[in-house]
């Protein structure tokens, strides 16, 4: 990965890195996670050593084409020089977009890449480093593949499109993701390879890291629980309600969002409903940050009713931690999710997802039935107000019944989705990638 500031284990150096392009030259550095597995660091103090990654607040880096075309050839330079010969370069998202177009031509005649597949993730259609047609003379790459069936993007080159195309297979974050975006509606201009490359396309689903997301043993939370000991987060609640200086009932339920707020993550349909969630003896708990329009409508909010509604416009992971634990039910109404963690999180935490049918949350959550008894949340298909607040209104139906509601909770908590899961899908694609 580039040696950003933000690495601050920056390990010890290794080699100069000078590449054909004029003023394409770097150091390799090697460090290691705690597991011990190691890391390499690409330092180029002149694309990395900035406040942002991409770039400031609103814009991105104007020279972000020779940031990251530098960092995919530095990759392939970097095993070069340490005689490291891969059998899969595992690429994800446009950032790495290059490294398959480079392999298949660039470095097609090298014999350390002989038998080197590349597996290219899509973690976000949406995001794609799209970039000028005049900039292509900074990636290296060949006039010829300004074409079509090359990285040509509507008159422009596309870094996310040459994974697509060049890489050998292709995965995404959801299994259900990776039908959607071969549709015009997700497909963001992208559907027609996909649906072209769609015996290639894989969707595993993300996983949880229970060592960082466990109730049992969360340091940032005020009491400790687990399936065996539920009455526990009785206090987390409260810790909320002192914290926000809210006015509930005792049965009074606590909703929370934690989320970017963005048009992807459904706020609208919130905004649509907030005349019939005033109605509702609910509280409501926002953390996040994200477009101004939403920033203003959820402050508004917590102005007109501070006694029930909570807003914290801030990245904070601790306080992420103490809402998710303290609160009854979590709310992602996205307009579209292509994994989705925040609803595995919650149901860790004995809180009940209620979300879109979309994406990861169609795969991550099942629809709870009370006769049946199985079942993790609450679902709702067509992005209108009306659908959201009638999965609300099951939702809360359902609280009001304990034991019910006790065994939705347990349902949640005992879902395994663990990185041990995806890791074993993943496993068996390389070896099937390899094979192929």
């Known amino acids: 990965m580039p040696k950003y500031p933000c690495t601050t284990k920056a390990g010890k150096g290794l ?11 770097g150091s390799l550095f090697q460090s290691e996670l705690a597991e011990g ?6 330092e180029h103090d002149g694309y990395y050593n900035r406040e942002h990654l991409y770039g400031e607040p609103g814009s991105d880096y104007p020279d972000n084409v020779e940031r990251f075309a530098y960092f995919c050839r530095a990759v392939l330079e ?4 340490l005689d490291f010969k891969p059998d899969i370069i595992h690429c994800n998202d446009w ?7 480079y392999l298949k031509t660039l470095y097609r005649k090298d014999p350390g890449f002989a038998q080197t597949k590349t597996l290219f993730s899509i973690h ?14 900074a990636t290296g790459l060949d006039e010829s593949l300004f074409r079509e069936e090359g990285i040509e993007f509507y008159g422009q080159i596309s870094f996310l499109k040459g994974g697509l195309i060049f890489a050998d297979t292709l995965t995404t974050v959801s299994p259900a993701y990776s039908q959607e975006i071969q549709t015009t509606e997700l497909g963001f201009g992208m559907e027609g390879i996909l649906q072209k490359r769609s015996d290639q396309l894989h969707g595993i689903l993300n996983g949880v890291d229970y060592t960082v997301w466990n109730p049992e043993t969360d340091p940032f939370i005020p009491a400790n629980y687990g399936p065996q000991s539920l009455s526990q987060k009785k206090q987390c609640r409260e810790d909320l309600v002192k914290m926000f200086s809210l006015r509930l009932n005792k049965r009074t339920p606590i909703l929370c969002m934690i989320t970017r707020l963005s048009e992807q993550k459904g706020i609208d349909l919130l905004m649509q409903a907030r005349d019939a969630l005033d109605e509702q003896d609910i509280a409501l708990l926002i953390l996040g940050t994200g477009e ?10 917590n102005q007109d009713r501070p006694d029930r509604i909570a807003t914290a416009l801030m990245f904070d992971e601790p306080l992420g931690h103490r809402i ?3 609160s009854d039910m979590l709310l992602m109404p996205s307009s579209y999710e292509p994994c989705g963690l925040t609803q595995m999180y919650a149901l860790k935490y004995g809180t009940v997802p209620i979300v879109r049918d979309i994406g990861g949350l169609k795969n991550s959550i099942q629809e709870f039935s009370d006769k049946t008894g199985k079942g993790t949340g609450f679902k709702f298909k067509v992005p209108k107000a009306k659908y959201f607040l009638k999965s609300l209104q099951k939702a809360l139906s359902c609280f009001n019944q304990t034991a019910t509601w006790k065994k939705l909770m347990l349902n949640g908590m005992a879902k395994d989705n663990s990185w041990e899961v995806s890791a074993k899908q993943y496993s068996r694609l390389y070896h099937k990638s390899l094979r192929s």
């Not at 101004?292 to 909010?301: A, D, G, K, P, V």
Request: charge should be neutral; aromatic fraction near 14%; hydrophobic fraction near 40%.
């Open 15 to 25: 080699l100069e890195l000078d590449l054909e392009l004029p003023g394409f030259s």
């Open 37 to 42: 597995v190691p890391v390499y660091l690409i």
């Open 78 to 81: 970097a095993a070069k020089k």
């Open 95 to 101: 950032h790495t977009g290059l490294i398959p177009v």
């Open 124 to 137: 976000n259609l949406g995001y794609q480093g799209n970039f000028p047609h005049s900039q292509l003379k």
């Open 292 to 301: 101004t329009r939403y920033e203003s409508f959820f402050l508004q909010w």
């Open 324 to 326: 998710l634990a303290g």
